[in-house]
């Protein structure tokens, strides 16, 4: 008798848990409170500006989002979409910078502060930095250049497209500062091969500098490298008209005046006393 009781019990248990289930289906998944609800364009754009102006960047883009996605016409709706390339760059995510950016320059491409969006996704290859080089502190020259290429091409474009733009000076700054940090990767990965013996490798990373950064400050060293390497590998000729363009371009380059001279090596290898 008991364990006909024991089963009876059983059974009406699980018909409750069965029905409970059931009702959470018909009911659905409880949903978020939308505080926005009723709110006309200007509100939630304010509301925006608020939690931009708190650093709640997260909270920020929620309501911007809202706010194209519910009134997408009108000029609310376009500075929402402007304020969402910014808010996502304050948030150091250079990837969905770069998509708002593309997404808002290829939806209004005659807007009068699209140089604005040229802008913020030049910024956010400029500064972009994986987790690894964040963590370990990764100069930047040490790094893939392919983020800072990219850059370039965007500040470019933007001079280019704009040349009246507020953000032209920076630009052309910040482009000045990426030819240099680029020479300084090639020069980098000479000094690598050098130091390796690979000379005939460091010799086309220096020539690579001249050809494409010939104003960079790393153009007296990669001449410099290109003296070295050609020694190295008995290239007297070459070597020699190395010499003649370093004398022409840096008469006062250590090399010229024998200040990295060593007792026990001749002056222009100079990888040697470093």
């Known amino acids: 008798m008991n364990r ?3 089963l009876i019990q059983t059974l009406l248990l699980g ?3 069965s029905t409970f289930l059931n009702g959470c289906a018909i009911f659905g998944d409880p949903t978020e409170l939308d505080d926005t609800k009723g709110w006309q364009a200007q509100r939630i754009y304010e509301a925006g500006e608020l939690a931009m ?3 709640d960047y997260d909270k920020a883009l929620g309501y911007f989002k809202k706010l194209a ?3 997408p016409h009108g000029k609310y709706a376009t500075q929402a ?3 969402i390339i910014y808010a996502n760059y304050k948030k150091d995510d250079p990837v969905s910078t770069i998509v708002a950016a593309d997404r808002f320059i290829k939806l ?3 807007h009068p502060n699209i140089d604005y969006a040229y802008y913020l996704k030049g910024l956010a290859t400029f500064h972009e930095r994986g987790a690894f080089e964040k963590f370990t502190g990764q100069e930047i020259n040490d790094r893939d250049p392919k983020s800072l290429k990219l850059s370039f091409a965007v500040f470019k474009e933007l001079i280019d497209r704009f040349p009246k733009s507020r953000y032209v000076k920076d630009s052309q700054f910040r482009m000045f500062y990426i030819v240099n940090t680029l020479a300084q990767h090639e020069m980098h990965v000479a000094r690598y091969y050098m130091n390796r013996k690979a000379y005939l490798a460091a010799l086309n990373r220096a020539k690579y500098v001249l050809e494409y950064y010939p104003k960079s400050e790393t153009a007296e060293e990669a001449l410099m490298t290109m ?3 050609y020694d190295y590998m008995n290239l007297t000729d070459l070597k020699e008209d190395t010499i003649r363009v370093l004398k ?3 008469p006062e380059n250590p090399l010229l005046t024998g200040k990295l001279i060593k007792k026990e090596s001749v002056w222009w290898k100079f990888w040697e006393s470093l």
Request: proline fraction near 4%.
């Open 248 to 250: 022409t371009n840096y």
């Open 4 to 6: 006909i009781l024991q």
């Open 53 to 55: 102006a708190d650093r």
């Open 108 to 110: 209004h491409p005659n």
């Open 81 to 83: 979409k402007l304020e």
């Open 69 to 71: 996605s519910r009134f």
């Open 227 to 229: 003296v070295s390497a």
């Open 15 to 17: 018909l409750l848990i």
